[in-house]
């Protein structure tokens, strides 16, 4: 079992181009988790998708970002118009189920750049 | 809202036992997992605690007081490679699939 994949490791935007970040679940989970990370801080939440649903995107500022799940393929978390502020390590997580005893399973991040 | 306390460093020597504690404020709480990251890298679930009490696994155990929004992750027989950053992270009933993390700690080992 390859675990979460996510690619790229990392990615150098300009400033106004857009980043397309990807995220394979580990084989049998159907929920899917994406948390940004600054340096010296926690996991911050931005959204919570099943295949083809978003379940919550609370934490996702509603403009310029964008998730989805869909049927065939990877998660997509899709950054428009990237800015500096949106440097940061972009965590995927998947698990069989909602609820913190299934123990989210990590990938390994995608560390994004704006330049 | 929801807020998490949790050192920022502790260190220790190999060999020895070191506690991290976490004290939560959460409406609806769920559980409280605990999650280990190093150097930046994948975090790495460790455990999780729903009802009052202590969960061992292995060298780490993790305990919960639900009365008290506290809890901590207990690290035994330290060795080098369990230098790391340490998360402890809430669940909410309302909000399942979400989890609130901490600001973690670091747990530096030294020889």
């Known amino acids: 079992n390859a675990g979460v994949m996510q690619n790229p490791r990392h990615l150098v935007r300009r400033r106004g181009q857009e980043a397309r970040l990807r995220c394979s679940p580990m084989?049998?989970?159907?929920?899917v988790y994406w948390y940004r990370q600054l340096p010296e801080e926690g996991l911050k939440f931005m959204v919570y998708?099943?295949?083809?649903?978003?379940?919550?995107e609370s934490g996702m500022p509603k403009e310029r970002f964008s998730a989805e799940f869909p049927k065939e393929g990877p998660s997509i978390l899709r950054i428009q118009q990237v800015v500096r502020g949106d440097s940061a390590a972009y965590f995927c997580?998947?698990?069989?189920?909602?609820?913190?005893?299934?123990?989210?399973?990590f990938g390994s991040g995608t560390r994004l750049t704006v330049v | 809202g929801q807020s998490l306390e949790q050192p920022s460093e502790v260190t220790a020597v190999e060999g020895a036992i070191v506690q991290i504690n976490c004290t939560y404020q959460?409406?609806?709480?769920?559980?409280l997992s605990w999650y280990q990251q190093h150097d930046g890298g994948a975090p790495t679930f460790l455990s999780y605690n729903a009802l009052d009490g202590l969960e061992e696994t292995g060298r780490f155990s993790s305990f919960l007081s639900r009365s008290d929004s506290y809890g901590y992750l207990l690290l035994q027989e330290l060795q080098m490679k369990d230098s790391a950053s340490y998360f402890c992270a809430v669940s909410r009933g309302s909000t399942l699939g979400r989890l609130y993390f901490g600001r973690g700690t670091q747990l530096t080992v030294w020889p």
């Open positions: 959460t409406s609806g709480f769920y559980g």
């Open positions: 998708l099943q295949k083809e649903n978003i379940i919550d």
């Open positions: 997580a998947s698990s069989p189920g909602s609820g913190g005893e299934y123990g989210y399973t």
């Open positions: 084989k049998g989970h159907s929920h």
